[in-house]
């Protein structure tokens, strides 16, 4: 085949070929729909929380936040791995592997409180992320949604309380 016909073929390939482009709202809107705490928020709406939310890349090994430090930010995987980590006087525990589409750090969007565990990159991430300003900002605007937004964040309390009571439980048997 001669390099004209070759690049005619080219050519032709990458004219037919469906158009693999989304703007980066579209993909954000698309991954806050997929998460329990967004997926009952009306479409329109998710779009401004997705418009509101930036991204950020961390490397293997970097914190994204450390416990007991204030932080007032949610974040959604969107590549790579965290692990959620509880740091003790003489080693660290592994509480908790997370990948992409796990939404975590709810809490701080609520209230000012200090990190119970750190988050710490298994791998090289990307995230979204909303802070607490801009999240209450947006609430304010739709109360609606307090309440679907609360409601899946205390069944997540809940649900870690009861894993971490049957993991402890037979550290607790009264005699």
């Not at 080219?10 to 806050?32: G, I, K, M, Q, Y």
């Not at 509480?95 to 990190?115: K, S, T």
Request: net charge negative; with cysteine; charged share 35%.
């Amino acid at each position: 085949m001669s390099w004209s016909m070759d690049m005619d073929k080219r050519d032709h390939e990458l004219s037919s070929a469906e158009p693999t482009f989304t703007c980066e709202l579209d993909d954000n809107v698309e991954w806050l729909r997929k998460t329990d705490i967004f997926s009952t928020i009306p479409l329109e709406r998710l779009r401004i929380y997705a418009l509101m939310c930036n991204r950020r890349r961390f490397r293997q090994g970097d914190f994204l936040f450390r416990q007991g430090q204030p932080d007032d930010k949610g974040y959604l995987i969107l590549s790579g791995k965290v692990q959620m980590v509880r740091e003790y006087r003489d080693h660290s525990v592994i509480v908790q592997d997370l990948e992409p589409g796990a939404f975590f750090g709810g809490l701080a969007l609520l209230a000012d409180i200090r990190r119970l565990f750190g988050a710490r990159a298994a791998t090289d991430v990307e995230v979204l992320y909303i802070d607490r300003e801009t999240f209450r900002k947006i609430l304010r605007q739709f109360p609606e949604l307090t309440e679907k937004i609360l409601d899946v964040m205390i069944k997540r309390i809940v649900s870690m309380e009861e894993k971490i009571l049957e993991k402890h439980l037979h550290e607790c048997v009264l005699e």
